[in-house]
């Protein structure tokens, strides 16, 4: 008989106490696997809606002045040596390393117009950019075509202007196409119209006044795709709006971190579990451990014993505990995330990782307890017969 067939034997014998064991290791490990696995998936949910949230890098062109506007309020200033960017420069960006990382473009021409006896400013952009970096907007109406304009709402109303109405800007009359709903930023003041429509009333054919960037950068770094583009564009001013890249980065990370430590007091949770149903068992089985030693079995073969239940335990553990885990995160994804699009991957490196850990957790809890087998007198353990 070898020391694998006592160990099967001792398990079927002692159900009750093999199956706490693997309850108490099942429990951890299908909690941290449903756990992580479901902070993984709503990272990747919140990763894409925050990359839908808008623009997150600036292309302007050079100036040696310092902006004198904050929050929409102007203090005036003049720009010294202000340049333009030419729009076919902007093909350069399609070129950079991570290219495949941006995931909308859109140049805008700005410029002072008057209409209906007030200064107002005209945006050109490009309308389809628009929908991934300006998710937000909401027009009552319909996208302008090349004569026509959208109003921001505030525009809208101090030029008393409606959808379907007509103005002249620079001698071309346009049909007011759409009017903003009320954004809080400085779009609610201006009027849009098509990119090349403004250009032209603009005379600024074939220039642009800035350029905004939506990168899809979740594998690399926001500052790398600023050090691509700068090097491509390298007579503009490239920059990333901090406040989108810090908001993502601090979301992801609080997420992850929230799930390493409820992970980490699981892992005691179990591993204290092991640790006193092992002790128990080698408590009740004193008799049993003094006859082997007593017929020859040395304290490393009592030790062996201990570990190799304990490893058996837990490798069942592990697996079964991956696997419950995984099908909780498929039932509890919908009750957390809202996108419909987000699912969950199976993930090898976490399958590993949770068989690992239950193995390590079993093993290690039980050191002592074998430690302790092996230290019974068999003298003592068949007196107590």
């Known amino acids: 008989m070898t020391l694998k067939d006592i160990v099967l034997r001792n398990i079927r014998r002692r159900k009750a106490k093999a199956g706490f064991v693997l309850a108490g290791l099942l429990i951890a490990v299908s909690t941290a ?50 340049q333009e960017i030419s729009q076919a420069d902007l093909v350069r960006v399609k070129a950079i390393k991570n290219a495949a ?56 109303s101090i030029l008393a202007l409606q959808t379907g109405d007509y103005l002249k800007v620079n001698g071309s009359k346009l049909q007011v196409a759409g009017i903003l709903a009320p954004t809080g930023s400085q779009d609610d003041q201006l009027v849009f119209a098509r990119l090349d429509t403004a250009q032209s009333l603009l005379h600024k054919e074939g220039r642009v006044s800035m350029v905004e960037v939506a990168a899809l950068c979740n594998a690399c770094p926001i500052e ?22 810090q908001t993502r980065m601090e979301t992801l990370d609080y997420f992850r971190k929230f799930s390493y430590g409820v992970t980490a007091v699981l892992v005691l949770v179990g591993s204290l579990v092991v640790l006193v149903t092992m002790m128990g068992s080698v408590r009740e089985r004193t008799s ?98």
């Open 33 to 82: 696997v449903a756990l992580l696995g479901l902070i993984e998936a709503m990272n990747r949910d919140i990763q894409q809606k925050l990359e839908e949230y808008g623009a997150n890098i600036l292309i302007l062109p050079r100036t040696e002045n310092l902006s004198l506007t904050y929050g929409g309020l102007s203090l005036g200033g003049v720009s010294f040596e202000m």
């Open 101 to 156: 990382n941006v995931a909308a473009m859109g140049p805008t021409v700005l410029g002072a117009v008057e209409v209906k006896e007030r200064k107002v400013l005209l945006a050109g952009v490009d309308f389809q950019a628009t929908e991934i970096l300006k998710p937000w907007w909401k027009i009552g109406g319909t996208v302008p075509s090349d004569f026509g304009v959208l109003l921001g709402s505030e525009a809208a």
């Open 224 to 245: 790398e795709m600023v050090r691509q583009i700068s090097g491509a564009l390298p007579d503009t001013k490239v920059m990333a709006i901090q406040q989108v890249v």
């Open 288 to 385: 049993e451990i003094g006859i082997f030693r007593a017929i020859g079995f040395r304290r490393s073969h009592v030790i062996r014993i201990v570990l190799l239940e304990a490893g058996i335990i837990s490798a069942m553990a592990g697996i079964l505990g991956y696997l419950v885990g995984f099908g909780s995160t498929k039932l509890a994804l919908p009750f957390f995330a809202g996108s419909t699009g987000t699912g969950v991957i199976f993930d090898p490196a976490l399958a590993a990782g949770a068989f690992a850990a239950a193995v390590i957790m079993g093993l290690a809890s039980s050191v002592y307890p074998a430690l302790l087998a092996a230290r019974i007198d068999p003298t003592d353990a068949l007196r107590a017969l």
